[in-house]
C-alpha cells in the first residue's frame, strides 16, 4: 500500500539511484533500508571491489556533495519538490532547516503542519498548529486543519470548540459547516447535524464534498422511509456514511455505542473492522470481522475482509483461504478478489496459481492493457512457458493496436519463442510509438545482448535507465549494463 512512486531533486535522485542499486548487488530490500543500512552500502562504495561496477552506470550522472549551506529560500523549494512527489519525511526534513534558518517566518510551519497531518503524526502536527496561531492568532484555515487534528485523535469536543468559533466569526465556508454537522451526529443531535449538512450543501462548490454530504442525508431519508426501523438502524445508515466519507474515527466512536447496545449486529462488525482496515490498526480490524464471522460464516463481505486483514498481517495461508470462501459465496465484485489472490500467490512464488488468477483478472476485464503484463511475464520468466505468452501478448496487439505497450509485449514474447527478427520488429515498433517506453528499450537491450550485439544492447540499457532511473525497469537496465560493460 506504501511504495515510493518517484524519485526528487536532480541531485538526490542520483543518490536515490545509487542506493537502490546497492542494495540489489547487496541483497537488500529497499522497503526495508534504514539509516544504518543506508550508510553500510555507501561505505560499501568505496571500500569494495564492486565499486568499479557502479560507476560504470553512473559515469555520466553527476552526483554532488550535499550541500550543507542552502538558502532558507533553497531549503523551502527543496522540501516542495520532496512533498509534490510524496517523500513527506523528506520535505518534513527540509521544512524544519528551513525554519530553524528564519524562525521568525511562519511558512515553514504552514508547510509543516500539512505535512506532519499527511504523514499521521498528529502530535507534531498540533505543535505546529500552535506556533502558527501564536504567530496569526485566529487563522481560518490554521484553526480548521487543528479542528481536523482532533477529529483524527478522536478529541470531537475539542474540535467542535474551534469550529463553533470559527461559525460564530460568520465565515462562510463549506467545510466548516459540513464538519460541524457531522460532530452534531456523533453526538447523536440528528436535527443539528442535517441542519449543518444543508447548509454546508448551499455553501459548497465542491463536487466531492457534495457527495460526502449526501451520504449522509441519503441515510437519513432511507432511515425515514423504513417507518418501523430501530434508531440502531440509523446509526447503522449513518456509520457507513462516516466510513464512505472516510471519517474512520467518527465511524468508530458511532459504532462502539452501536455495538455496546447490541454485540449482535453482524454489519455493525463489518463497518467496524472496515474502519479500523483503513486506519492500518489490523489487529483490531481482525478482531471485528472475526466477531462478525462468529454470527455469519457464510457472509462474503466478511471473508473478504478477513482476508485483506490477514494479508496485512502477513497470514498469507489464512488470507487465500478467506478470499477463497469469498468467491465460493459470490462476493462482488469478484474481479478484486482475483485481483488480491493473484497478487499473494505471486508473493509466495506460487507462479502457476498466480497467473490462473492474473487470467481470470484478464477474463473479467479486458480493457485495461495493463492486465495483459503479468500473464505475459510469468510465463516468460517465471514458467518458462512462451508459447502461452505470445498468446496473451498478441491478445493484447488486437484490443490495443494503437498502444505501444502490446507491441512491446509481443516483441518481449517472440524473444522467449526464439523469433528474434519479429522480436527486434515489433520492439522497434513500441519505441517509435512511444520512445519514453522504457520497458521496450530494455527488452531490445536484452534481445541484443542474446546476440551479443554488446554496443547495442548497452545503448538500449542506457536509454531504458534514462527513462526509468528512479524506477524498476531504470534498476534493472543499470544491472544489466554493469555486468555487460564488466565482460
Same mark, same amino acid.
Given at each position: 500500500?506504501?511504495?515510493?512512486?518517484?524519485?526528487?531533486?536532480?541531485?538526490?535522485?542520483?543518490?536515490?539511484?545509487?542506493?537502490?542499486?546497492?542494495?540489489?548487488?547487496?541483497?537488500?530490500?529497499?522497503?526495508?533500508?534504514?539509516?544504518?543500512?543506508?550508510?553500510?552500502?555507501?561505505?560499501?562504495?568505496?571500500?569494495?571491489?564492486?565499486?568499479?561496477?557502479?560507476?560504470?552506470?553512473?559515469?555520466?550522472?553527476?552526483?554532488?556533495?550535499?550541500?550543507?549551506?542552502?538558502?532558507?529560500?533553497?531549503?523551502?523549494?527543496?522540501?516542495?519538490?520532496?512533498?509534490?512527489?510524496?517523500?513527506?519525511?523528506?520535505?518534513?526534513?527540509?521544512?524544519?532547516?528551513?525554519?530553524?534558518?528564519?524562525?521568525?517566518?511562519?511558512?515553514?510551519?504552514?508547510?509543516?503542519?500539512?505535512?506532519?497531518?499527511?504523514?499521521?503524526?498528529?502530535?507534531?502536527?498540533?505543535?505546529?498548529?500552535?506556533?502558527?496561531?501564536?504567530?496569526?492568532?485566529?487563522?481560518?484555515?490554521?484553526?480548521?486543519?487543528?479542528?481536523?487534528?482532533?477529529?483524527?485523535?478522536?478529541?470531537?469536543?475539542?474540535?467542535?470548540?474551534?469550529?463553533?468559533?470559527?461559525?460564530?466569526?460568520?465565515?462562510?465556508?463549506?467545510?466548516?459547516?459540513?464538519?460541524?454537522?457531522?460532530?452534531?451526529?456523533?453526538?447523536?443531535?440528528?436535527?443539528?447535524?442535517?441542519?449543518?449538512?444543508?447548509?454546508?450543501?448551499?455553501?459548497?462548490?465542491?463536487?466531492?464534498?457534495?457527495?460526502?454530504?449526501?451520504?449522509?442525508?441519503?441515510?437519513?431519508?432511507?432511515?425515514?422511509?423504513?417507518?418501523?426501523?430501530?434508531?440502531?438502524?440509523?446509526?447503522?445508515?449513518?456509520?457507513?456514511?462516516?466510513?464512505?466519507?472516510?471519517?474512520?474515527?467518527?465511524?468508530?466512536?458511532?459504532?462502539?455505542?452501536?455495538?455496546?447496545?447490541?454485540?449482535?449486529?453482524?454489519?455493525?462488525?463489518?463497518?467496524?473492522?472496515?474502519?479500523?482496515?483503513?486506519?492500518?490498526?489490523?489487529?483490531?480490524?481482525?478482531?471485528?470481522?472475526?466477531?462478525?464471522?462468529?454470527?455469519?460464516?457464510?457472509?462474503?463481505?466478511?471473508?473478504?475482509?478477513?482476508?485483506?486483514?490477514?494479508?496485512?498481517?502477513?497470514?498469507?495461508?489464512?488470507?487465500?483461504?478467506?478470499?477463497?470462501?469469498?468467491?465460493?459465496?459470490?462476493?462482488?465484485?469478484?474481479?478484486?478478489?482475483?485481483?488480491? %489472490?493473484?497478487? $499473494? +500467490?505471486?508473493?509466495?512464488?506460487?507462479?502457476?496459481? *498466480?497467473?490462473? @488468477? =492474473?487470467? #481470470?483478472?484478464? &477474463? !473479467?476485464?479486458?480493457?485495461?492493457?495493463?492486465?495483459?503484463?503479468?500473464?505475459?511475464?510469468?510465463?516468460?520468466?517465471?514458467?518458462?512457458?512462451?508459447?502461452?505468452?505470445?498468446?496473451?501478448?498478441?491478445?493484447?496487439?488486437?484490443?490495443?493496436?494503437?498502444?505501444?505497450?502490446?507491441?512491446?509485449?509481443?516483441?518481449?514474447?517472440?524473444?522467449?519463442?526464439?523469433?528474434?527478427?519479429?522480436?527486434?520488429?515489433?520492439?522497434?515498433?513500441?519505441?517509435?510509438?512511444?520512445?519514453?517506453?522504457?520497458?521496450?528499450?530494455?527488452? %531490445?537491450?536484452? $534481445? +541484443?545482448?542474446?546476440?551479443?550485439?554488446?554496443?547495442? *544492447?548497452?545503448? @538500449? =540499457?542506457? #536509454?531504458?535507465? &534514462? !527513462?526509468?532511473?528512479?524506477?524498476?525497469?531504470?534498476?534493472?537496465?543499470?544491472?544489466?549494463?554493469?555486468?555487460?560493460?564488466?565482460?
Amino acid at each position: 500500500m506504501r511504495k515510493f512512486t518517484a524519485f526528487i531533486t536532480a541531485i538526490v535522485l542520483a543518490l536515490l539511484v545509487v542506493t537502490g542499486i546497492l542494495a540489489f548487488r547487496n541483497g537488500a530490500s529497499i522497503e526495508n533500508l534504514n539509516l544504518n543500512k543506508v550508510s553500510e552500502l555507501w561505505n560499501s562504495l568505496f571500500t569494495s571491489d564492486k565499486t568499479e561496477e557502479v560507476k560504470v552506470e553512473i559515469e555520466e550522472v553527476n552526483i554532488p556533495i550535499e550541500e550543507e549551506n542552502l538558502s532558507y529560500d533553497e531549503r523551502i523549494e527543496k522540501g516542495d519538490y520532496y512533498y509534490d512527489r510524496g517523500f513527506l519525511t523528506f520535505a518534513s526534513n527540509e521544512y524544519v532547516k528551513a525554519a530553524n534558518l528564519e524562525q521568525n517566518r511562519i511558512e515553514p510551519y504552514q508547510k509543516l503542519l500539512l505535512t506532519n497531518l499527511e504523514l499521521g503524526d498528529y502530535d507534531k502536527a498540533s505543535i505546529n498548529a500552535e506556533v502558527i496561531l501564536d504567530m496569526v492568532p485566529g487563522d481560518l484555515e490554521t484553526q480548521f486543519l487543528l479542528a481536523q487534528i482532533y477529529i483524527k485523535q478522536s478529541e470531537f469536543e475539542s474540535a467542535e470548540t474551534i469550529l463553533d468559533t470559527l461559525l460564530a466569526s460568520d465565515i462562510k465556508d463549506a467545510r466548516i459547516s459540513y464538519y460541524k454537522g457531522l460532530l452534531r451526529i456523533v453526538f447523536d443531535d440528528h436535527d443539528g447535524g442535517r441542519k449543518y449538512l444543508k447548509q454546508a450543501l448551499s455553501e459548497s462548490n465542491d463536487d466531492n464534498l457534495d457527495k460526502k454530504i449526501n451520504y449522509f442525508l441519503n441515510s437519513y431519508t432511507e432511515y425515514e422511509f423504513a417507518k418501523a426501523a430501530e434508531e440502531l438502524y440509523l446509526a447503522e445508515l449513518l456509520s457507513r456514511a462516516f466510513n464512505k466519507a472516510e471519517e474512520y474515527e467518527m465511524a468508530i466512536y458511532k459504532l462502539k455505542s452501536v455495538l455496546k447496545t447490541r454485540s449482535d449486529l453482524r454489519d455493525a462488525w463489518v463497518l467496524f473492522g472496515f474502519a479500523y482496515l483503513n486506519l492500518e490498526n489490523y489487529y483490531f480490524a481482525q478482531s471485528a470481522f472475526e466477531r462478525a464471522y462468529e454470527l455469519d460464516s457464510q457472509w462474503p463481505t466478511t471473508q473478504y475482509f478477513l482476508g485483506l486483514t490477514h494479508a496485512e498481517l502477513g497470514n498469507t495461508d489464512e488470507a487465500v483461504i478467506y478470499l477463497n470462501y469469498s468467491l465460493s459465496n459470490l462476493f462482488e465484485p469478484e474481479i478484486v478478489v482475483h485481483q488480491k %489472490l493473484a497478487d $499473494l +500467490y505471486l508473493e509466495t512464488q506460487d507462479y502457476e496459481s *498466480a497467473v490462473k @488468477a =492474473y487470467e #481470470k483478472v484478464l &477474463e !473479467l476485464n479486458n480493457q485495461d492493457i495493463n492486465s495483459f503484463v503479468r500473464p505475459v511475464w510469468i510465463y516468460l520468466d517465471f514458467l518458462n512457458q512462451p508459447d502461452k505468452a505470445i498468446v496473451h501478448a498478441e491478445a493484447a496487439v488486437i484490443a490495443f493496436p494503437d498502444n505501444a505497450l502490446s507491441y512491446n509485449l509481443l516483441g518481449w514474447s517472440q524473444t522467449g519463442t526464439g523469433d528474434q527478427m519479429s522480436a527486434e520488429e515489433n520492439l522497434l515498433k513500441a519505441i517509435d510509438m512511444d520512445p519514453n517506453l522504457a520497458a521496450a528499450q530494455y527488452n %531490445l537491450g536484452r $534481445l +541484443y545482448e542474446s546476440q551479443n550485439r554488446k554496443s547495442m *544492447a548497452l545503448e @538500449a =540499457y542506457q #536509454k531504458a535507465y &534514462e !527513462l526509468d532511473s528512479s524506477g524498476s525497469i531504470g534498476n534493472l537496465s543499470a544491472q544489466r549494463y554493469n555486468d555487460l560493460k564488466s565482460q
